[in-house]
Nanobody
Framework: QVQLVESGGGLVVPGGSLRLSCAASRSINSYDVMGWYRQAPGKQRELVGSTNSISTNYADSVKGRFTVSGDSAKNTVDLQMNGLQLDDTAVYYC?????????WGQGIQVTVSS
């Protein structure tokens, strides 16, 4: 069974940084894709960034500010968020895909507020 557990969320002021971590129950090398989505109040869930063995991709809104990275020794996929803005406030979800099956973490709140 695949389990994904997020950690590291919280409250941060505009311009600040946070690092989210997603711990996977199996080797991250077994997944085709891993990454992060987010869902702000009243909005649809959107892709933040994803990574596989070939490339890492980001939403235009976070390019240059956010970084997705995997650590196969720890079986984690992290999301480093710098230069946080008010509209980065959302619940962030770790996800992993194996072939056509997508697994989700429980979500973690990130709030950017002054």
């Amino acid at each position: 069974q695949v389990q994904l557990v997020e950690s590291g969320g919280g409250l941060v002021v505009p311009g600040g940084s946070l690092r989210l971590s997603c711990a996977a129950s199996r080797s991250i090398n077994s997944y085709d894709v891993m990454g992060w989505y987010r869902q702000a109040p009243g909005k649809q869930r959107e892709l933040v960034g994803s990574t596989n063995s070939i490339s890492t991709n980001y939403a235009d809104s976070v390019k240059g500010r956010f970084t997705v990275s995997g650590d196969s020794a720890k079986n984690t996929v992290d999301l480093q968020m710098n230069g946080l803005q008010l509209d980065d406030t959302a619940v962030y979800y770790c996800y992993a895909r194996i072939r056509n099956v997508v697994y989700w973490g429980q979500g973690i709140q990130v709030t950017v507020s002054s």
